[in-house]
């Protein structure tokens, strides 16, 4: 198991001003595209407003995991705010709001600076907050006060009037929702280096391909008529075998992966004669019987001259001699099969949108998709 080197985070939400549910459901969605993955969701609940004479607010509050330190998670959580139409009155009154967002718990961090307060003071006589935190987080110890949640509510001295007007399942976080996605794409297009990506953001596990281990792979680029079906079919055990032992503890694993097992069709369709394929069609259908399919499929298009240029950056020697031709074979037919009815939800992204990815703005695009699928 891969050492997991998130941060888990606890913040709370509120709304009392126009479709509040539609608020907070929203919300929640940008924080999964902004800051991490949503672990768990309180129950949602009905107060009246505390400090302040106005509508009720509904309230929750939920944990987190994140790559990102106390202070940027604040920043997100302010633009998530600003995002969904949030306007500030300018002092520290309180007032009603689309939505509130704040952050009560980083990890048992202690912080004190002129932006933030670490735990978020007051939280321990607010009972909007302790007890939507007791249905997540009932065990989990203040790190000042050293007392659990709900140890914190047993004693508290808020009268408020709380009732609970939902269970958990307003709103299903996306990892609960979808556990397998699958990246594809022509060579060198950059599947990879997004499923890095998706795996930090999300702190989730990733399933990588390992291409090196295939001994047959430098002598195919140099003798393709010798070494195609070795090539091709060494490929589709390993990758059946990768995916068989990656989920063999759990097919609930929450997993990126930079191949899909309907690759091996794609490369086979253009590497062999019509004999072998038709032979090497029959093996991947008994293979993929039963095989855990990814639920996504994130197809990454690219145009020739880019991909061309990305294999010459990356620096594998043995891709030097792969053509525009192959490259375009290849394009072709996973347009081909990604046409045909498939079992997944499929999101092509253009090549505009993948060269994107390198920026932050654009993985948020693209988690954005993803969570509002």
């Excluded at 498939?342 to 703005?361: A, D, G, N, R």
């Amino acid at each position: 198991m891969v050492k997991d080197n998130s941060h888990k985070v606890y913040i709370s939400f509120g709304s009392n001003k126009g479709n509040r549910l539609n608020h907070i459901v929203n919300s929640l969605k940008e924080l999964e595209v902004q800051v991490g993955r949503i672990v768990r969701v309180s129950n949602l609940y009905i107060t009246k407003s505390w400090g302040f004479e106005s509508r009720d607010f509904y309230n929750g509050c939920v944990i987190l995991k994140t790559k990102f330190s106390p202070e940027i998670v604040l920043k997100k959580l302010l633009s998530i705010e600003d995002f969904l139409g949030r306007t500030r009155s300018g002092n520290d009154e309180y007032s009603s709001r689309e939505i509130d967002l704040d952050l009560l718990f980083f990890d048992q961090l202690i912080l004190s600076s002129e932006d933030l307060t670490l735990p978020h003071p007051h939280l321990n006589k607010r009972n909007f907050v302790l007890i939507p935190m007791v249905d997540i987080a009932p065990e989990f110890v203040h790190p000042i006060i050293n007392k659990s949640i709900k140890s914190l509510l047993l004693i508290s001295k808020d009268n408020s009037a709380i009732k609970k007007i939902k269970n958990n399942n307003y709103y299903i976080p996306f990892w609960e929702r979808y556990s397998f996605i699958s990246i594809e794409g022509n060579i060198g297009v950059g599947k990879t280096t997004l499923s890095r990506k998706i795996k930090s953001h999300f702190s989730i596990e990733s399933l990588n391909e390992n291409y090196k281990i295939n001994p047959f792979l430098k002598d195919f680029y140099s003798n393709p008529n010798d070494f195609s079906l070795k090539l091709e079919n060494f490929f589709l055990n390993e990758r059946v075998n990768q995916i068989n032992k990656h989920f063999l503890i759990s097919s609930k694993r929450k997993t990126i992966s930079d191949f899909w097992i309907g690759k091996s069709l794609v490369f086979a369709k253009n590497n062999l004669n019509e004999k072998s394929f038709k032979k090497y069609t029959e093996d991947f259908k008994i293979f993929n019987f039963r095989l855990r399919a990814p639920e996504i499929i994130i197809f990454l298009s690219q145009n020739i001259l880019q991909l061309q240029k990305q294999i010459i950056e990356r620096g594998r020697s043995f891709e030097k001699k792969i053509s525009e031709d192959y490259l375009d074979s290849i394009s072709r037919e996973y347009e081909i099969i990604f046409d045909k009815k498939q079992s997944f939800i499929f999101i092509s992204l253009s090549p505009k949108e993948v060269l994107s990815l390198k920026e932050e703005k654009g993985q948020e695009s693209l988690y954005r998709k993803l969570i509002n699928n």
